[in-house]
């Protein structure tokens, strides 16, 4: 057997020119999307003030297997695609584990995450669409990035909502947006109905994800020209992320690697969905079978403690419902909670995935994260975003207890992106004053009383 490479790279004609949309292989499908007034799954007409044309045409298609990739993107892809594969040698040998360990990283773009995959996808269809710009919300401000470095490439206007703390604590990656030329506003703002609204009865908010969703889709619905685009959690999101999976496998196969267990992160579920989505299918369609590990953080735990129920994807209960774990739209993380992962509910996809038990989810610490991710920057060499090292932790955790039980198990984790303008969390970490905030079932009882009352 050949020896693998630190990397094992694919060539430029190797990437994948097609994405997988995994809902085709799935037997239970996600639940549509609802109208939140008639409680009607939501038409291609009601969306489509809202978001792209052809991206609703790909929320809403269940049945394609395969999405061509216009020439445009992949042009775009290969100025950073295909992403290395990394045979984590000196993570292994740390842990002095018999696993053998793999990460695919998608940290290697200047707007620093895997993010950008999708971002590229939807600015083009926007354009192709004759649009003005788009709208979007940012939480840490990685979508934020990728969206502007996608939009200035397409000459589009981008209209960002970034959550109020992040736009305070986080200026340097306001920076990159404006560099590249997007228009930042701190969300909640006085720019818009809702923001107005949240600010009059709330006037000292840190703002959220689900508040910053409210007011850009707000602006892209009242402004002519512009469409609402989304980061995660949307169907056509993880479609676009599958080109992680599919380069993964395809580099795996190359050298006759099968994965036994498959790690990633979940937000939103973008990254975690594209990665797993090419193997998830194999497994649906009973050609192979692996374990597939959501990673979510303690303090903002949708999988390990949510509820699977219709649940709006907005603080101002602006948008259609979509079935999924959720901790109520309303749910606000402890602002002690560093790692990004905020979000209040997930991807239906893999909502529906794990209720049909084919996917299993931990929730993790953050300071054991710091704890993986620091081992990690040491050995690894790459300093990772502390979204991404709640993989890693998991990763070491299962590479742990193979060192137990003696197995060779092969791990394949994602890691999604750098960790540099992430510092202030590392600082507190290094000056050991982390803490772990757990939200109390009271705590989590508040989100959840106001779910809407839907029995579907
Ligand atoms: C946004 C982000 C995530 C989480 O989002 P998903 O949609 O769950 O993938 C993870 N890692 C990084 C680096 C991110 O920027």
Known sequence: MEKIPYKIYLEENELPKAWYNLRADMKNKPAPLLNPKTLKPMSFEELTPVFCDDLVRQELDDATPFFEIPDEILSFYKMYRPSPLVRAYFLEKALDTPAKIYYKFEGNNTSGSHKLNSAIAQAYYAKQQGLKGVTTETGAGQWGTALSMACSYFDLDCKVFMVKVSYEQKPFRREVMRTYGAAVTPSPSETTQVGKRILKAHPDTPGSLGCAISEAVEAATSTPGYRYVLGSVLNQVLLHQSIIGLETKAALDKYGIKPDVIIGCAGGGSNLGGLISPFMGEKLRGEADYRFIAVEPASCPSFTRGKFAYDFCDTGMMCPLAK?????????????????????????VLSQLYHDKLLEAVAVEQTSVFEAAELFARVEGTLPAPESSHAIRAAIDEALKCKETGKEETIVFGLTGTGYFDMTAYEKYNNGVMTDTIPTDEELQEGLRTLPNINL
Do not use: E
């Not at 999924?324 to 239906?348: D, E, K, Q, V």
């Open 324 to 348: 999924m774990y959720t901790l109520g739209s309303n749910f606000i993380p402890s602002a002690n909670h560093a790692g990004g992962l905020r979000y209040h509910g997930m991807s239906s």
